[in-house]
């Protein structure tokens, strides 16, 4: 069983910057891949970013495609998500998931608030 616990989310005004971290329990090496997700009050959860272990190549859903950079310190077991250029369509709870062979982990998400 991997735990990941996310941090780093708050409020923040239009046009500023966060950068989450996803912490693990377990080896994030060991992963196929590492993603950030979000949820905004009332819709579905949506893919935000990938990063695939084994390549490094990273993908990007095209509403952040230029403005976050996922990353990872494989050292710490930590995946990261840099936002800038922050909208007010970017409030949601941020989600951090672990894919694995045959299984994937979530974290329990934090908050990002952005106010215009």
């Known amino acids: 069983q991997v735990q990941l616990v996310e941090s780093g989310g708050g409020l923040v005004q239009a046009g500023g910057s966060l950068r989450l971290s996803c912490a693990a329990s377990g080896s994030i090496f060991n992963t196929n891949a590492v993603g950030w997700y979000r949820q905004a009050p009332g819709k579905q959860r949506d893919w935000v970013a990938t990063?695939?272990?084994?390549?490094?190549?990273?993908a990007y859903a095209d509403q952040v495609k230029g403005r976050f950079t996922i990353s990872r310190d494989n050292a710490k077991n930590t995946v990261y998500l840099q936002m800038n250029s922050l909208k007010p369509e970017d409030t949601a709870v941020y989600y951090c998931r672990a894919f694995y062979t045959g299984s994937s982990y979530w974290g329990q998400g934090t908050q990002v608030t952005v106010s215009s």
């Open positions: 990063s695939i272990t084994s390549t490094g190549s990273t």
